[in-house]
Every structure is written in C-alpha cells, then in structure tokens.
C-alpha cells in the first residue's frame, strides 16, 4: 500500500535551517510529484510547493521561496525540504503528499506530519 | 494568486442531516477544486477531486458540484464520524490555495 513516512518532530532556535524527509513506499516514486503542505497551530493549510520527482524541477509559493529548498533522492524514493532562517512563524507541522501531476490532479496520499517547533 | 472562500466558517448538526459547504475561488478554475476532511492531529484526507469525482474508499454521501467560481460539498446524510474540518482547494494553478476551513460539529 501507498505510504508516505516523515522523520520525526524537530526543535531549532530561530535563524536555523531544518530539513524534514518523506520516504515513499507501495507505488513508483518518479510517477508522481511531491508536494509541501504546512499547517501553523491552531491555522489552516498552506501550500509550499512541489517537486518533480524525476528532473528534479521545482516551484515554491512566492512567501516561501527564498527560504525553503525541496530536493530528492529517486535512488532512496526520498524527498526533503529544507527550510532556512527559521522564525517563530515558521512554527508548524508540515506534510509531504503525492500527485500524479503538479497542478490539475489529485494530492491523494499524505504523510503524517513532522512538527517543526522554532523557538529561543 | 487565487483566493478560496469558505462559509460557513462552522456549523452544528445532528447526525443524518443533510450538510453543505461552499467554497469560491476570486477567478475560475475550471472544475480543478479538491475537498479534505481533516480530523485533530491527524493529516488532511481527499474526498473529493476535480470538483465532483469521490475519491476512492470515501463513501458515497460525500459529493462536490460546481465549476468555474462556486463550489458545493454536500454530505447527504451525515455521521459520527464526519466530525472535523473541511478544507477546500483549487488544483488549477500554483500556488495551490486552500480555503480557510469550516468546522463540523456533531451535535
């Protein structure tokens, strides 16, 4: 079956970088692309980009893009995202989840979130 | 950057009630509108794609309408477990903009 497993909760102080991974598992990893999804406490959903998992071409939301890197491993069906210059706002749990294409199509499978706690 | 409303922003119900939620984007999208029902804690779960596709394993009282600005999720007759919030999501163009979110409670 189709899994999606993230790395475990993280702690930064801000000014620091985190990168969180998304390992895949049950279908093939460069079918699909990978999107970022993150949620502060308490907020709603923000889209933060995708990665095409076979060029490696990417596309970030403007707020983000100078600050957040998404990146992969096919050979490990592995993707990341780092994100840099951590500010307390930056405070959330953030979420892989697949497509089969980067805009038109179903994100159908999610992970199970990592929280990323920024704070001094 | 498109822009998703939601309303209401909350809603009460008692089970086997009839639930709708609307959801309009400030430019059209086609029928490229997606809708999730996320439970505390938990990630967020597809109901449904391209406006009106189930996706599948989700039951059959969920359904979505709507194309262009304007958009319907309907529970037919709603359960226990449909308890959370429901995030609307346009999937025509990046950024990929999620609605605000209405709260279902059961009553």
């Known amino acids: 079956q189709v899994q999606l497993v993230q790395s475990g909760a993280e702690v930064r102080k801000p000014g620091a970088s985190v990168k969180v991974s998304c390992k895949a598992s049950?279908?093939?990893?460069?079918?699909?692309?990978m999107h970022w999804v993150r949620q502060a406490p308490g907020q709603g959903l923000e889209w933060m980009g995708w990665?095409?998992?076979?060029?490696?071409?990417?596309t970030y939301a403007h707020n983000l893009q100078d600050r957040v890197a998404v990146t992969r491993d096919a050979s490990i069906s592995t993707a990341y995202m780092e994100l840099r210059s951590l500010r307390s706002d930056d405070t959330a749990v953030y979420y892989c989840?697949?497509?089969?294409?980067?805009?038109?199509?179903?994100?159908?499978?999610w992970g199970q979130g990592t929280l990323v706690s920024v704070s001094s | 950057d498109i822009q998703m409303t939601q309303s209401p922003s909350s809603l009460s119900a008692s089970v086997g009630d009839r639930v709708t939620i609307t959801c309009r984007a400030n430019?059209?999208?086609?029928?490229?509108l997606s809708w999730y029902l996320q439970k505390p804690g938990k990630a967020p779960k597809l109901l449904i794609y391209?406006?009106?596709f189930l996706q599948s394993g989700v039951p059959s009282r969920f359904s979505g309408s709507g194309s262009g600005t304007d958009f319907t999720l309907t529970i037919s007759s709603l359960q226990p477990e449909d308890f959370g919030t429901y995030y609307c999501?346009?999937?025509?163009?990046?950024?990929?903009?999620f609605g605000p979110g209405t709260r279902v409670d059961i009553k």
């Open positions: 989840v697949r497509s089969v294409a980067p805009s038109r199509g179903r994100l159908d499978y």
């Open positions: 049950g279908y093939s990893f460069t079918d699909y692309y």
């Open positions: 990665i095409n998992p076979t060029s490696g071409d990417t």
């Open positions: 430019q059209s999208i086609s029928m490229y």
């Open positions: 391209t406006a009106s």
């Open positions: 999501q346009e999937t025509d163009i990046t950024p990929l903009t």
